[in-house]
């Protein structure tokens, strides 16, 4: 990315003593990192609605119960990370709190369970965020999976300028969409108790999902699949407890306040959005291009400005929803990093003061999964949620685990409420596995124990390549012999400015050039005369016109002679005006390099020459100009 332009998208550097200034407050950690949470409440009664619709009106009665269900775990998953937060105040939530007091082993399962849900959450808000879109504009349905990959890079480019930038930036939709929903369920509860109910339920919708779907009994089996549909509600909610460190001080005191807040909020919108559903006799669309919330708002208001000004909100909420993984997921991989655990380009802050690397990945994770599911919301959710409660569940059993050893003030209330948290997330982890594992689950189950051998495996990589570099005790560097070679297949002012770097290192130099045209080598010959340099022309002949084959093996040829010695190859490197030229030169350069990976003493040295209309000519120190030959990059 040319300068300019990185700086026009992504702001000028930040020094790192702007560290603290970065920080937030709790108005903008709300929007930071409770977006997510918040907009399911877009999508989570639909789920619910989605999974009970198969056992046709009888079903849809009883939505109401699943939802009462996980308003309840809400309060507990909630009080559970309060406690998580005041005795964990720098962060790092599930991976942290397992690994100190579970094993390694354990935390690694956590922050990988984590890192799945937070590209799966990404995926999940974008796809959902689409649907209201196409909800209010149907024209728009076939361009989903484009709008979702443009949404995505928006929101990843905004968090590449900051976390206080970013979260700035979408504080107004958050507090639009919970305005709008806390509205919306005001409107619908005072109109249910001053006049009739409209009548929401399409019966051609339900004949619909009849003919789509083989319809089920109403088993208690079926509503814990709506249970565990819905419990999509709760990812997000432990966002608060793994970015204390992104808030001002007193930082703890202000994630307890975001996370109260948080859990508030949620539970009043879920309670709120699924009694509208139920009381108005909401069918979802079999044909999935209208959601929940879009069929509530035109009963309730008309398809007027309120409805489009609460489909917009929901929509940008649910766009922005994702800058919860987006604050999250950088600073995991930034912790497991710091342990050894994953590559350590993930634990460098960037210009911005944010891991730069973590977002660029989550975004790339993202848009794979968006494409692969063709943009569809549905499809998705049956990944979703299986690795937020194995998080929450290792996360409160650490918690139960460390009050039981260290028996602080207070210790018993504290063990009761993390290990009724304990418990009921895992009661709902197995729930997931359970009703979900068929339709897309086991993928989730099979990754996690990859992620978890792959980190190790990272682990294991880090420390041997320590007992490898380690110095046990400071000796004198031996003084090796250093022969140079300079790759020449013609004369031109790139390759006049290598010959002068050479000649001033001061070690034994040569040129080679490979010949695959006798007349051209000829030539070349002659012009090297004329130059003023004590630097040889050797000629490589080259019968089967290969250029980098017959180079490597002069280098393996000089390497044998003396394998204490290094041999360096310098080849210019052209740098165009403008840098999407770049593409058109210097692919020697990068060829060698791979092919000189394996051969430890060699060295590959590029000379920048910039082509710039006023460089001036690089002339050799005494003696006639060079002949100009064609621009060839430098290859041999």
């Given at each position: 990315?040319?300068?300019?332009l990185?700086r026009?998208?992504?702001?000028?550097?930040?020094?790192?003593?702007?560290?603290?200034?970065?920080?937030?407050?709790?108005?903008?950690?709300?929007?930071?990192f409770?977006?997510?949470?918040?907009?399911?409440?877009?999508?989570?009664?639909?789920?619910?609605?989605?999974?009970?619709?198969?056992?046709?009106?009888?079903?849809?009665?009883?939505?109401?119960?699943?939802?009462?269900?996980?308003?309840?775990?809400?309060?507990?998953?909630?009080?559970?990370?309060?406690?998580?937060?005041?005795?964990?105040?720098?962060?790092?939530?599930?991976?942290?709190?397992?690994?100190d007091?579970?094993?390694?082993?354990?935390?690694?399962?956590?922050?990988?369970?984590?890192?799945?849900?937070y590209?799966?959450?990404?995926?999940v808000s974008?796809?959902?965020?689409?649907?209201?879109?196409?909800?209010?504009?149907?024209?728009?349905?076939?361009?989903?999976?484009?709008?979702?990959?443009?949404?995505?890079?928006?929101?990843?480019l905004?968090?590449?300028?900051g976390?206080?930038?970013?979260?700035?930036?979408?504080?107004?939709?958050?507090?639009?969409?919970?305005?709008?929903?806390?509205?919306?369920?005001?409107?619908?509860?005072?109109?249910?108790?001053?006049?009739?109910?409209?009548?929401?339920?399409?019966?051609?919708?339900?004949?619909?999902?009849?003919q789509?779907?083989?319809?089920?009994?109403?088993?208690?089996?079926?509503?814990?699949?709506?249970f565990?549909?819905?419990?999509a509600?709760?990812t997000?909610?432990?966002?608060?407890?793994?970015?204390?460190?992104?808030?001002?001080?007193?930082?703890?005191?202000?994630a307890?306040?975001?996370?109260?807040?948080?859990?508030?909020?949620?539970?009043t919108?879920?309670?709120?959005?699924?009694?509208?559903?139920?009381?108005?006799?909401?069918?979802?669309?079999?044909?999935?291009?209208?959601?929940?919330?879009?069929?509530?708002?035109?009963?309730?208001?008309?398809r007027?400005?309120?409805?489009?000004?609460?489909?917009?909100?929901?929509?940008?909420?649910?766009?922005?929803?994702?800058?919860?993984?987006?604050?999250?997921?950088?600073?995991?991989?930034?912790?497991?990093?710091?342990d050894?655990?994953?590559?350590?380009?993930?634990?460098?802050?960037?210009?911005?003061?944010?891991?730069?690397?973590?977002?660029?990945?989550?975004?790339?994770?993202?848009?794979?999964?968006?494409?692969?599911?063709q943009?569809?919301?549905?499809?998705?959710?049956?990944?979703?949620?299986?690795?937020?409660?194995?998080?929450?569940?290792?996360?409160?059993?650490?918690?139960?685990?460390?009050?039981?050893?260290?028996?602080?003030?207070?210790?018993?209330?504290?063990?009761?409420?993390?290990?009724?948290?304990?418990?009921?997330?895992?009661?709902?982890?197995?729930?997931?596995?359970?009703?979900?594992?068929?339709?897309?689950?086991?993928?989730?189950?099979?990754?996690?124990?990859l992620?978890?051998?792959?980190?190790?495996?990272?682990?294991?990589?880090?420390?041997?390549?320590?007992?490898?570099?380690?110095?046990?005790?400071?000796?004198?560097?031996?003084?090796?012999?250093?022969t140079?070679?300079?790759?020449?297949?013609?004369?031109?002012?790139?390759?006049?400015?290598a010959?002068?770097?050479?000649?001033?290192?001061?070690?034994?130099?040569?040129?080679?050039?490979?010949?695959?045209?006798?007349?051209?080598?000829?030539?070349?010959?002659?012009?090297?005369g004329?130059?003023?340099?004590?630097?040889p022309?050797?000629?490589?002949d080259?019968?089967?016109?290969?250029?980098?084959?017959?180079?490597?093996?002069?280098?393996?040829?000089?390497?044998?002679?003396?394998?204490?010695?290094?041999?360096?190859?310098i080849?210019?490197?052209?740098?165009?005006?403008?840098?999407?030229?770049a593409?058109?030169?210097?692919?020697?350069?990068?060829?060698?390099?791979?092919?000189?990976?394996?051969?430890?003493?060699?060295?590959?040295?590029?000379?920048?020459?910039?082509?710039?209309?006023?460089?001036?000519?690089?002339?050799?120190?005494?003696?006639?100009?060079?002949?100009?030959?064609?621009?060839?990059?430098?290859?041999?």
């Amino acid at each position: 990315m040319p300068h300019s332009l990185r700086r026009l998208l992504l702001g000028t550097p930040l020094a790192t003593s702007r560290m603290m200034h970065e920080r937030i407050g709790p108005a903008v950690g709300l929007s930071v990192f409770s977006a997510d949470a918040l907009s399911s409440v877009a999508y989570g009664t639909e789920e619910v609605l989605l999974a009970l619709v198969v056992a046709g009106s009888a079903g849809l009665q009883l939505s109401i119960y699943p939802a009462i269900g996980i308003a309840i775990l809400i309060t507990i998953v909630a009080f559970s990370y309060r406690q998580t937060i005041l005795h964990y105040p720098d962060g790092g939530g599930a991976y942290i709190v397992a690994k100190d007091n579970l094993g390694t082993r354990a935390g690694l399962v956590a922050g990988a369970a984590l890192l799945v849900d937070y590209v799966l959450t990404v995926a999940v808000s974008v796809t959902s965020g689409v649907a209201a879109v196409v909800s209010a504009a149907p024209g728009l349905a076939e361009h989903r999976v484009a709008i979702a990959l443009v949404m995505i890079t928006f929101v990843a480019l905004v968090n590449l300028r900051g976390t206080r930038e970013s979260g700035a930036f979408f504080a107004v939709p958050t507090y639009l969409f919970i305005l709008s929903m806390l509205g919306l369920i005001a409107a619908g509860l005072i109109r249910n108790l001053h006049g009739p109910i409209p009548e929401g339920a399409r019966s051609d919708w339900l004949m619909e999902w009849g003919q789509r779907e083989e319809l089920h009994a109403l088993t208690f089996f079926l509503i814990l699949r709506a249970f565990a549909s819905g419990c999509a509600a709760l990812t997000g909610i432990e966002a608060v407890a793994n970015g204390v460190r992104a808030f001002r001080e007193p930082a703890a005191h202000n994630a307890i306040r975001v996370m109260t807040a948080l859990a508030a909020l949620l539970f009043t919108m879920f309670i709120g959005i699924s009694w509208l559903a139920h009381a108005y006799h909401i069918v979802p669309d079999p044909t999935l291009k209208e959601t929940v919330v879009s069929q509530i708002a035109a009963l309730v208001f008309g398809r007027g400005l309120v409805y489009y000004v609460i489909q917009a909100a929901t929509a940008m909420i649910l766009f922005l929803a994702v800058n919860t993984s987006f604050a999250d997921f950088p600073r995991l991989s930034s912790l497991l990093a710091r342990d050894g655990f994953m590559p350590r380009q993930f634990a460098h802050l960037g210009d911005r003061l944010v891991f730069s690397n973590g977002i660029i990945i989550l975004a790339l994770a993202a848009s794979v999964l968006v494409l692969l599911f063709q943009g569809l919301t549905h499809y998705l959710i049956p990944l979703y949620a299986v690795g937020v409660f194995l998080a929450f569940t290792l996360s409160q059993t650490g918690m139960v685990v460390r009050w039981w050893r260290k028996r602080e003030p207070g210790w018993q209330a504290g063990m009761v409420i993390n290990g009724i948290g304990a418990v009921t997330t895992c009661v709902v982890l197995c729930v997931i596995l359970m009703v979900k594992f068929t339709h897309g689950a086991w993928m989730v189950a099979v990754l996690l124990p990859l992620l978890v051998l792959e980190f190790r495996a990272i682990k294991q990589h880090y420390a041997g390549v320590g007992r490898l570099l380690k110095l046990d005790k400071i000796e004198k560097v031996p003084v090796r012999p250093t022969t140079v070679i300079i790759p020449v297949a013609g004369l031109h002012k790139g390759v006049i400015r290598a010959l002068r770097f050479a000649a001033g290192l001061h070690t034994p130099a040569r040129a080679v050039h490979i010949a695959t045209n006798p007349e051209e080598a000829e030539k070349l010959k002659q012009q090297w005369g004329q130059l003023d340099l004590d630097i040889p022309l050797e000629i490589v002949d080259s019968p089967y016109r290969s250029l980098s084959g017959p180079l490597l093996d002069y280098v393996d040829a000089l390497l044998a002679a003396d394998p204490q010695s290094f041999v360096a190859v310098i080849i210019p490197e052209f740098v165009p005006q403008h840098w999407r030229h770049a593409f058109l030169h210097n692919q020697s350069a990068i060829l060698l390099s791979f092919a000189l990976r394996s051969r430890p003493n060699a060295v590959l040295i590029t000379v920048r020459h910039a082509l710039a209309e006023d460089t001036p000519p690089a002339a050799p120190s005494a003696g006639p100009a060079p002949a100009e030959g064609e621009p060839n990059d430098g290859r041999p």
